[in-house]
């Protein structure tokens, strides 16, 4: 939503590389009803303007546009689906602004599926269990990709719509206990493991037992799910769906700030599944901090037969959002944070939404 008309459509014509000429134009028109919304509001706010500055000038910086998906759910965890643009309230730095375009619509996915294979093993039987489900999740307009991690992460499946080819991958990783049963070599994501987070090349095993917590890269993990996320199509919610028991260890190469501020910056929300020991952490694990801080969610303690509808909450969660879009404060000389607050005027309900976002600096 923040990007340039020349970065979207450089996006689409990477993409559109491949794939059907039906599939190519879909994308494009995506990306036109961002575009032209961004447009609007951009023609809006300097109609607005009377201060006589050089248009060209204005128009070149334009007008940054902030998406904010939220979720609302009642007391018994229920979405509540009825509400209207004038129930929410947007404040920025504790500044009302004003919201330019408000919808109820559910938005295609963009997922990274993310499995902890580093797991105890009564915890990765449970989880074995689930993963042939997760395909039925998803609609036809979705698309995933499939990641594993434990010291380093590793890209299983590419994002691809087609589910069989995703239950597959799933049943691969169900065969077996750890990375390794994935079969998974190549790629820029499998460095092989790091001393000290040092890479010490690629395609060399790790000797560390799997199953210790103390070599598990969480922040890492999602980083590189981040990455992936990023070149996606615009129109699409981009979301990562992760199932881990929340051990972390020192040997991450990127901290969990850094983490956090790329999935602001790339409006990636985090919808997370404590498993295992993760029950024992009350929600004190960097899986929590990540749902919370991008407006995304926490499961924790879930037993094994209420995995499967766990996962399919998560996707109606995921999909059905309200979709708030206001036009950002003129920024300063840099990067800044900014906070976001979402207030909704009904009582007894919980309202999730991201807690902040980077603001670019003006164009020169």
Known sequence: MRGTLAHSLRIQAKRGAGGSPIQVARRLCRALVFLLLGTALAMETLAQNDSGADLRYRLRTGVELVLVPVTVKDAQGHLVTDLGRDDFQLFEEGQEQPIRYFSVDPFPLSVVILVDVGLSPPTQAAVRTMLPVLPSVFGPADEFAFYVFDTYPRQVLDFTDDAERLREALREVGKGSGAAAVGVTGGPLTAGPRINTVPVGPGVPSTLPRSSASVKSIHDALFAAGLALRDQEPGRRRVIFIISDGSNSRLNTHSLEETRDLLLTEDVSVYALGAGEARFALGQTPLAEYARATGGDYYEGIKEETLARAWARIAE????????????????????????????????????????????????
């Open 317 to 364: 969660q995921a999909r059905n959002q309200y979709t708030l879009v206001y036009a950002a404060p003129p920024a300063g000389g840099s990067r800044e944070y900014r906070r976001i607050e979402v207030r909704v005027r009904r009582p007894g309900v919980t309202l999730l939404s991201r807690k902040g976002y980077f603001a670019s600096a003006p164009l020169r």
